[in-house]
Nanobody
Framework: QVQLEESGGGLVQAGGSLRLTCVASERTSYVLGWFRQTPTKEREFVAA???????YYSDSVEDRFTISRDNAKNTVWLQMNSLKPEDTAVYYC?????????????????WGQGTQVTVSS
């Protein structure tokens, strides 16, 4: 069972940047991704990346966020630039065998506990 631990959330002003980090408990070839959720919205797909570093993004973040991974370090990052107040959410790291699970909005087999990102206007 893969355990995922996120870090890097915090409070930032609009237009600022944050980098989220997710470390997996073991080496994995799974697709790694990020979802986010607010109290008033359903959980939504943000970005995901395959073992071979093919990445996909939601339309709302594609020009501002960058996902990357280091397989040797069992780590995936989400670099978030030009942050907007509507990016405020709890961000979750997730892992699954398929990219389809990510892009469908279902999410992965394994989940982290989440990290809060708050963007002030």
């Amino acid at each position: 069972q893969v355990q995922l631990e996120e870090s890097g959330g915090g409070l930032v002003q609009a237009g600022g940047s944050l980098r989220l980090t997710c470390v997996a408990s073991e080496r994995t070839s799974y697709v790694l991704g990020w979802f986010r959720q607010t109290p008033t919205k359903e959980r939504e797909f943000v970005a995901a990346i395959t073992w071979s570093t093919i990445a996909y993004y939601s339309d709302s973040v594609e020009d501002r966020f960058t996902i990357s991974r280091d397989n040797a370090k069992n780590t995936v990052w989400l670099q978030m630039n030009s942050l907007k107040p509507e990016d405020t959410a709890v961000y979750y790291c997730t892992a699954d065998r398929t990219m389809q699970a990510m892009r469908s909005g279902q999410g992965g087999e394994y989940w982290g506990q989440g990290t809060q990102v708050t963007v002030s206007s």
